[in-house]
């Protein structure tokens, strides 16, 4: 079961093209649905079997995200900005989510507390600009 719809995307998407298509739609879906999952896996039971409120507006904007970047990358730079800025916000509350920040009406998987990692201060030993030893 996805955690968002065609219809939600393009009830916020007004002006898409006419040859995007719903199964184009759910692809996106499908792809922010996983990153939700992979985010969430580890504290909550995935997929939801209910789907809460703030994961399926979640879902839409990664959706939306994902589209846009496929239809619109580097074409229209401002969309760009506002998209990018659509995915952080995404990612930041499903961070939040994953710490115990937000609560989402769903209890987390037992035994599971959020937790942290003792080494977020440190310097990364592999960067993107440095991914060797």
Same mark, same amino acid.
């Given at each position: ?48 079997? &209910?789907?809460?409120? %703030?994961? /399926?507006?979640?879902?839409? +904007? @990664?959706? *939306?995200?994902?589209?846009?970047? $496929? ?18 916000? &995404?990612?930041?509350? %499903?961070? /939040?989510?994953?710490?115990? +920040? @937000?609560? *989402?009406?769903?209890?987390?998987? $037992? ?23």
């Amino acid at each position: 079961m996805a955690y968002t719809s065609p219809s939600n995307v393009r009830e916020i998407m007004r002006k898409l093209p006419t040859s995007i298509t719903d199964q184009d739609l759910e692809y996106h879906i499908t792809k922010a649905d996983a990153v939700i999952d992979s985010k969430l896996g580890g504290v909550f039971a995935v997929p939801f079997t &209910s789907t809460p409120a %703030l994961i /399926q507006h979640i879902s839409t +904007d @990664l959706a *939306i995200f994902f589209l846009a970047e $496929s239809l619109y990358s580097s074409n229209q730079p401002n969309l760009d900005e506002y998209q990018k800025t659509r995915y952080d916000r &995404s990612m930041e509350m %499903l961070n /939040q989510i994953a710490i115990g +920040d @937000l609560y *989402i009406g769903v209890d987390p998987l $037992s035994g599971q507390e959020a937790g942290f990692a003792s080494t977020n201060d440190e310097e990364p030993i592999f960067t993107l600009e440095e991914p060797w030893w």
